[in-house]
């Protein structure tokens, strides 16, 4: 059977669709170490190479808000691909519903619909863009063993301003990164929670409070 991989997002207050987009991004790394983008360095997702446009680290990204109201399955999960110019573009990945289990209204802890899960196949994280440039994209080889993973929430203006990532310092986060192994079972929670100094937005919706990824490779 193929693995499958759990992200869990946990907010202060509570998900709500209306107010924010919730993203997940994802920096693929293959077993020689490098991205599944070729001549792309492996590393942490962030804020700042969004807000630049280069999505240096950036190799899929799920969103979940207001941006996918009417998304086929409720949000867009997508992997990136470089245009002329270095444009970058997210191209969907269509899932069945035999594929993921999607559920933005979890409660965890004391809070109340405070958690959006998704659990993905790991075997979809080694899709990327075409090398040739054209559709359809094209599965890595070698496959995807590592993960580099940011949480990021935005606003719902048209600017889709950022308001909070994961780490101890909010948006002004240097140096923090989370691997997460695709090869073993593993729990990833500790290295999700928030430290209770940390800053974030006056929106208790979209600031992130910590969260959960569980591995579970195929056998």
Not at 38 to 46: L, S
Not at 123 to 140: D, E, F, H
Not at 195 to 205: F, L, R, S, V
Request: aromatic fraction near 8%.
């Amino acid at each position: 059977m193929g693995g499958t991989i759990q992200f869990q997002l946990i907010v202060a207050g509570a998900i709500t669709q209306s107010q924010g987009d919730y993203i997940i991004a994802v920096n693929a790394v293959t077993a020689d170490g490098t991205s599944v983008n070729p001549g792309e360095p492996a590393g942490m997702p962030t804020v700042a190479e969004a807000q630049a446009g280069s999505f240096t680290h950036w190799d899929q990204e799920f969103v979940y808000g207001f941006d996918t109201a009417a998304a086929p399955n409720g949000f867009n999960y997508a992997y990136k691909a470089l245009g002329t110019g270095g444009i970058v573009t997210f191209v969907p990945i269509i899932l069945t519903t035999n594929q993921f289990i999607f559920n933005p209204s979890l409660s965890t802890g004391t809070g109340v619909n405070n958690t959006l899960s998704i659990t993905l196949p790991i075997a979809a994280l080694s899709i990327r863009s075409n090398p040739n440039g054209t559709q359809p994209p094209t599965v890595s080889s070698p496959a995807a063993v590592l993960l580099h993973v940011n949480y990021i929430t935005t606003d719902n203006t048209a600017q889709h301003v950022p308001q909070d990532q994961l780490g101890c310092c909010s948006l002004l986060t240097s140096g923090y990164d989370l691997p997460v192994d695709l090869t073993k079972s593993a729990t990833y929670f500790n290295q999700l929670t928030s430290p209770p100094t940390k800053m974030g937005p006056a929106n208790p919706n979209l600031f992130i409070a910590g969260g959960q990824i569980i591995v579970t490779p195929g056998s």
